[in-house]
């Protein structure tokens, strides 16, 4: 499905994510734009994760809503919203000797129902999951014997065979050596270029800068930007943001920010 720029089909309102007495987000507000690659960073325990969380149906708000389609996301069934809205957690953990082909199977699961059973087209989707991600070849492997780099591919074939105009990416790169970051996230990019709209959350600010149509910077659980990286990241903002004094240059391999950290003066 193609998702058509202009409007916010994933939304959140004046939400307030919280772990127990422990308020993590309070009264945040944010747009997902249809169409963008939006990549979420912000210093560790900002509350990105649990913004994610929040938006996937995973925690549910104290207070406020996330709209899917605007209607509340947590008056929907887990099947509806599954159908609607990938997610490829932090720590993804695969049954014992499963096979490749098995486990992206399972991306099918909300799509099957007392009068839905397993289909042909759901053997298509699952075909396209695969070769979308370059795992074809990996379908009678057992997951466990794979490399990190073919593991997190295979659990992006997963997501990509529910077939949802939304993916939510917690991390992608995670444990991923730098050649593997980067192969993530070009494949993550030609998802963007299909139409998906997708949401992921970053560490690496240049990684970030290069890849999102649409940055949103947040700190102490709320968001201070939001806009394309050629106008959030400047090194004011860097500075008040992380701690880290910097100078933002133009990237020479993709026109975009890169952020150069000062040189630590040496006694």
């Known amino acids: 499905m193609i998702d058509t720029p202009g409007r916010a089909r994933l939304a959140a309102r004046d939400v307030t994510l919280a772990y127990d007495r422990r308020v993590v987000v309070d009264g945040l507000s944010l747009d997902i734009p249809d169409g963008s690659f939006t990549v979420v960073i912000g210093p560790n325990a900002c509350g990105k994760s649990t913004l994610l969380r929040g938006l996937a149906r995973l925690l549910s708000p104290r207070s406020g809503a996330v709209l899917l389609d605007g209607e509340a996301v947590h008056a929907m069934s887990t099947k509806e919203v599954a159908r609607r809205v990938g997610l490829l ?111 992921a959350v970053l560490h690496d600010l240049n990684q970030a800068a290069r890849y999102a149509t649409n940055l949103v910077v947040m700190k102490d659980g709320a968001v201070v930007a939001q806009g394309a990286p050629g106008q959030v990241v400047t090194a004011q903002l860097i500075e008040h943001v992380f701690g880290l004094p910097c100078r933002v240059v133009t990237d020479p391999a993709s026109g975009t920010p890169l952020v150069v950290p000062e040189v630590r003066r040496r006694g």
């Open 89 to 199: 957690p932090q720590t993804a953990v695969a049954p014992e000797g499963i096979l490749v082909a098995d486990l992206v199977a399972r991306g099918r699961y909300p799509h099957q129902g007392l009068l839905r059973q397993w289909s042909a087209a759901d053997e298509e989707a699952v075909g396209r999951a695969m070769e979308a991600t370059h795992v074809t070849e990996l379908a009678e492997r057992p997951v466990d014997e794979l490399s990190g780099g073919q593991r997190q591919r295979v659990w992006l074939a997963l997501v990509l065979a529910q077939e949802t105009p939304v993916l939510l990416l917690d991390e992608p790169t995670t444990f991923l050596d730098i050649a593997h970051q980067y192969e993530v996230l070009d494949l993550c990019a030609g998802l963007h270029e299909q139409g998906r709209t997708l949401v």
